[in-house]
Structure formats: structure tokens, C-alpha cells
């Protein structure tokens, strides 16, 4: 690694080398970064992006990790986990409220503690585990509702470190897709995101948002996943279509289709992306050949084999 680039990244905070990323993603998978830097501010974001724009450094940006299976391989160049945690809000505006969050604030904790304050809208996020900036790239959502339901627009970061502030319809959000999974925004990156949320009643607030927890409790399952392995087909929920192929609680290495979840694999411990490949890819081939359904990826794949 360029050892200029590695003292201009040493100036803004600590470089972990060869860094194992499975250390770093709800799924526990994952072989090492090259090199790990966790910004924690908008300002050290943006000066290690430039770092390495400079030195010619590819970037992965890491969110919470919740969505992604990083692969046996590792990521090559620099894993920028985003921990920028600057929330300002909720201000009035309009006929409501809006909050400014940081890309790297989580998406469950912003949304139960707003809920908890008395600020409605938004509760249907209180069990989404990644950053808000994660869930601008996939328009995260539940219970019917996603992000788009929220959002007043995002600034983003272009590979030139330019800032650009973008409304809702111009990143063409969709079931868990965006301008950012399409590839029309290569190489930017998420900085702030700005929601719209109501007044509402404290203490109904919070009996829905326990209300939505219970459901979560009931329906997913412990241990460490990353979520929806697949896209929910317009056909047949994805869970279905698993399990209707034989599928649940089957296991490669040490990677399970969880018997609660078929659409949620588990990492039983010590897990390798390539198990957890080998099962996707089984699964993929016999909904296929049964149902004529091709199933896509909701978790991002990052890394080398
Ligand atoms: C138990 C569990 C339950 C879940 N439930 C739901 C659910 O109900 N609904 C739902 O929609 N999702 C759900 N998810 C998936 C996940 O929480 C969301 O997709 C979340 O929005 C991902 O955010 P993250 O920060 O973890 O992204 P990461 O996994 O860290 O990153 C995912 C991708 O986004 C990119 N990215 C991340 N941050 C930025 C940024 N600031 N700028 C540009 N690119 C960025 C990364 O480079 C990567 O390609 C669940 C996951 C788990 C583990």
C-alpha cells in the first residue's frame, strides 16, 4: 500500500491494517480490507475519500454492515466504515417537522428515539438495523412503508468531492432499489439524509413501535444474518419460494437457512462467503427449475472469492 497515502489517512485518525471484515458486518463473514478507517465526522468522511481519490485507491464504504456478504477474499484499497453520527432536529418545517441525520446514524435508533419523543411517521424503521445511509442506497422499508415515505432529499459526496444535495425523485426509488444500486451514482457517496416527519401522541407512538417489535421478534431469527438474502419476487414472497423447494434449515459448511426464515441464512459461526454462496446459488437454481422464477439479491456482494 502507497505509504503516502496510508500518512495522509494516519493525519485524520487510526489505519487498520489487513483489517478482517467479517469483524465488521452483521453476517460475521468476510476476509480482511487492505486497509480500515472509521470516519467519524462528515469532515474526516470527505478527507479520506480525497486521500484516496488522490492516491488512486479504490473505496468501499461500510455502513452497519447489515446488508452485505462480504467475500472469502477480502476487499482490496480502503473500507471507509461510516460511524458520522451528527443529528440536528427535529426543526418545523411546514406543517411538520424535519431532522438532518448523518449517513452513518442507524436508521432504528434515529427512528425510535424521534418515536419516542413524540415524532410520528416513522416508526415502521425502529427495526432496521443499518445506517441511514444504507438505506438511501436501498430504499429500505417494512410494514409497507420505506424510506421514500420519509424522505425530503440527501446530499451526497461526488468522486470529485463536490456536494450535491438530490431530492427523492432523483434517485428513483423503488423495492429495495435506487439511482445508487442502478450504478447512475458510481462512486458517490451518501452524507446526510433529510426526513419529514408529523407530531404525534408519546404514548401511542410507543405502544406501536413495541407493537412492531413483537412482530420482528416473532418472525426473525437470532443468531448473526444479513437480513433478506433475496428480493420478494411480485410471484411468491421469497421465504415461500425457499421453502417450497426444500430448503429450510438446510446447511452448507456452516451456513443454515434459518428454520424460522427461509429467506434469512444464518452464520452458525465461523461461516465462509462461499458456503453461504454455494447455498444462494442452490436455492437460486431450484426455485428456478420449479417455478420459472428468478430470484435476485437483496444483499450487496463485496470483496474478491
Ligand atoms: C436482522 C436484519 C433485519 C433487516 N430488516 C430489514 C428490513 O426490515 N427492511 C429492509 O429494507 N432491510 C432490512 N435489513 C437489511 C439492512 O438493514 C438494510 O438494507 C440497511 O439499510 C443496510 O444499511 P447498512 O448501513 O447496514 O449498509 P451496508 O450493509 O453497510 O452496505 C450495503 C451497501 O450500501 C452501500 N452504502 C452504505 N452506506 C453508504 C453510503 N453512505 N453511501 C453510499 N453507499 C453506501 C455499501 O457500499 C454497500 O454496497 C435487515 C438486516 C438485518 C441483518
Not at 115 to 125: D, H, L, M, N, R
Not at 132 to 140: K, S
Not at 146 to 153: A, M, P, R
Request: proline share 5%; aromatic share 6%; hydrophobic share 40%.
Amino acid at each position: 500500500m502507497n505509504e503516502a497515502f496510508l500518512d495522509e489517512l494516519r493525519a485524520l485518525g487510526p489505519a487498520l491494517l489487513d483489517e478482517p471484515l467479517h469483524r465488521h458486518n452483521t453476517f460475521g463473514i468476510g476476509g480482511p480490507a487492505d486497509v480500515y478507517f472509521a470516519a467519524h465526522s462528515e469532515e474526516q468522511l470527505r478527507a479520506a475519500l480525497r486521500a484516496a481519490h488522490q492516491h488512486d485507491v479504490p473505496v468501499f464504504i461500510l455502513g452497519a454492515g447489515s446488508n452485505v456478504l462480504i467475500l472469502d477474499g477480502g476487499i482490496r484499497g480502503l473500507v471507509i466504515e461510516n460511524a458520522t453520527e451528527q443529528v440536528e432536529g427535529p426543526t418545523p418545517n411546514g406543517a411538520g417537522f424535519r431532522v438532518r441525520a448523518a449517513s452513518g446514524v442507524s436508521f432504528a435508533a434515529l427512528a425510535r428515539r424521534l418515536s419516542f419523543a413524540g415524532y410520528g411517521g416513522i416508526e415502521w424503521a425502529c427495526g432496521i438495523p443499518g445506517t441511514l445511509g444504507g438505506a438511501a442506497v436501498y430504499n429500505a422499508g417494512a410494514y409497507g412503508k420505506s424510506l421514500l415515505d420519509n424522505l425530503k432529499g440527501i446530499r451526497v459526496v461526488d468522486p470529485q468531492n463536490g456536494i450535491l444535495e438530490l431530492r427523492p425523485e432523483e434517485l428513483t426509488l423503488d423495492y429495495r432499489n435506487s439511482a445508487f444500486t442502478r450504478g447512475a451514482l458510481k462512486g458517490h457517496v451518501v452524507l446526510s439524509v433529510d426526513l419529514s416527519l408529523q407530531k404525534g401522541d408519546p404514548d401511542e407512538l410507543r405502544a406501536h413501535v413495541r407493537e412492531l417489535d413483537a412482530r420482528r421478534l416473532a418472525a426473525q431469527p437470532r443468531g448473526r444474518n444479513a437480513g433478506s438474502m433475496f428480493k420478494n419476487p411480485a410471484e411468491h414472497p421469497a421465504w415461500w419460494l425457499v421453502d417450497q423447494v426444500g430448503l429450510r434449515g438446510h446447511r452448507i459448511g456452516n451456513t443454515e437457512i434459518s428454520q424460522q426464515h427461509t429467506n434469512f441464512f444464518l452464520n452458525l459461526g465461523g461461516a465462509k462467503a462461499v458456503d453461504a454462496l454455494a447455498l444462494m446459488e442452490l436455492a437460486r437454481s431450484r426455485v428456478r427449475e420449479r417455478f420459472g422464477i428468478e430470484l435476485a439479491n437483496e444483499v450487496a456482494m463485496a470483496g474478491e472469492p
